[in-house]
């Protein structure tokens, strides 16, 4: 029996990249298992409030609910084997540097995707990962490659 690799899909959530990958991904028969972090924007930045209420500073409920998020991902990413981590182009990802750098920090496969015009500013990420790709054929094509 072979192994199942464990697939983190980090990064951006305002596009449906991640459906994109786990469909061609199941498509080809690549042996993995998918997670990411919440990708409800709205949930993940106010679970802290649902949670335990309303803070009277926003800086506060930033910080209730990065905590929580933070201890999901964590686990996550620490299970995983690889990581794929998306850089979109319309919205500063800071999050998306932070599980990249966490990732590498703790050993993991790193594929980081995004745009050409990206190039220079994540270059220090791009110099961990084991490829830098520029679409979804590309990351299945690394994926199939890694996991068959």
């Given amino acids: 029996m072979s192994m199942v690799w464990q697939v983190y899909l980090a990064g951006e959530i305002h596009t449906q990249?991640?459906?994109e990958i786990t469909g061609l991904s199941e498509t080809l028969g690549v042996n993995a298992a998918f997670c990411s972090p919440i990708t409800d924007h709205q949930l993940s930045d106010d679970i802290g409030q649902h949670i335990t209420g309303a803070e009277q500073k926003a800086?506060?409920?930033d910080f209730?609910?990065?905590?929580l998020n933070q201890a999901r991902n964590k686990v996550l990413l620490?299970?995983?084997?690889?990581?794929?981590?998306?850089?979109?182009?319309q919205y500063r990802q800071w999050n998306s540097a932070f599980d990249a750098g966490y990732a590498v920090a703790h050993g993991k496969q790193l594929i980081s995707w995004h745009d050409e015009s990206l190039n220079h500013a994540l270059k220090e990420i791009d110099a961990a990962a084991i490829t830098v790709v520029n679409d979804?054929?590309?990351v299945v094509k690394a994926l199939t490659y890694i996991c068959k």
Avoid: L, P
Avoid at 64 to 67: F, Q, Y
């Fill in 59 to 61: 800086f506060w409920n």
């Fill in 17 to 19: 990249w991640r459906a």
């Fill in 64 to 67: 209730k609910s990065a905590r």
């Fill in 78 to 89: 620490e299970k995983s084997d690889i990581v794929v981590v998306r850089f979109g182009e």
């Fill in 136 to 138: 979804v054929d590309q």
